[in-house]
């Protein structure tokens, strides 16, 4: 089975100030996707990246980067230029490439940019 | 147009009802599921269906029936609520074997008393 696992179970930044956020996973897997999910107070999840475990390149979504690690099953989140609407519980998740698969979360790091 | 919608939103009830989760999206995907969110903010797949097809079934006690009348909607009976089934359901699509992501409704907070 995959799992998902978020160290930092809480963050806080500056605002405009740059932030990363971790995330491991173990699986056996070598086709999968990767996605980091955005959850605001509204309670709304919201995708804000993903990466195919088969591209070499890092995916990119304007202020928002991953830092994608397949060897050392890494995959975190750059947060560049931090905004108070950045504030919200960020999810890393997994997904198998195959047919019958499922989104496994990681347990969230709370993310908090103060003005 | 909301891509997932969820109803209600919120629902407060007494242990030992029976209440459903209503779970529509119009985005043409073939695949939906259920995902509950604890107290402690973790996500767990419950249920996922295929074209009405149930495809994901995880251990989810018996009181919880899923049922899609069609792709583009999911449905979600809870029978005999209890305490612990206070949680925050969401409900999800996505095309099978596509590019992965999930699109998520608002979420429907449950709370048993």
């Known amino acids: 089975a995959q799992t998902v696992t978020q160290s930092q179970p809480e963050m806080s930044v500056q605002e405009a100030e740059t932030v990363t956020l971790s995330c491991t996973y173990d699986?056996?897997?070598?086709?999968?996707?990767l996605f980091w999910y955005k959850q605001p107070p509204s309670r709304q999840m919201i995708l804000v990246i993903r990466?195919?475990?088969?591209?070499?390149q890092n995916a990119t979504e304007n202020r928002f980067s991953v830092n994608f690690q397949k060897a050392a099953k890494s995959f975190s989140l750059k947060i560049s230029d931090s905004q108070l609407g950045d504030t919200a519980m960020y999810f890393c998740a997994f997904m198998k490439g195959s047919v019958l698969s499922r989104l496994t979360f990681g347990e969230g790091t709370q993310l908090t940019v103060n003005p | 147009d909301t891509a997932v919608s969820q109803t209600p939103k919120y629902l407060v009830t007494q242990m030992g009802n029976d209440k459903s989760i209503k779970c529509e999206q119009n985005l043409g995907h073939d695949t939906m599921y259920w995902y509950k969110q604890d107290s402690k903010k973790f996500l767990k797949i419950m249920f996922s269906?295929?074209?009405?097809?149930?495809?994901i079934n995880e251990t989810v006690p018996n009181r919880f029936s899923p049922k899609s009348p069609d792709k583009a909607h999911l449905n979600l009976h809870i029978n005999s609520l209890e305490l612990g089934d206070s949680a925050v359901y969401f409900c999800?699509?996505?095309?099978?074997?596509?590019?992965?992501?999930?699109?998520f409704g608002e979420g429907s907070r449950l709370t048993v008393l």
């Open positions: 269906y295929n074209n009405k097809e149930l495809i």
């Open positions: 699986t056996s897997e070598s086709n999968y996707y």
């Open positions: 990466q195919e475990a088969y591209k070499q």
């Open positions: 999800a699509s996505s095309h099978l074997g596509g590019p992965g992501e999930l699109f």
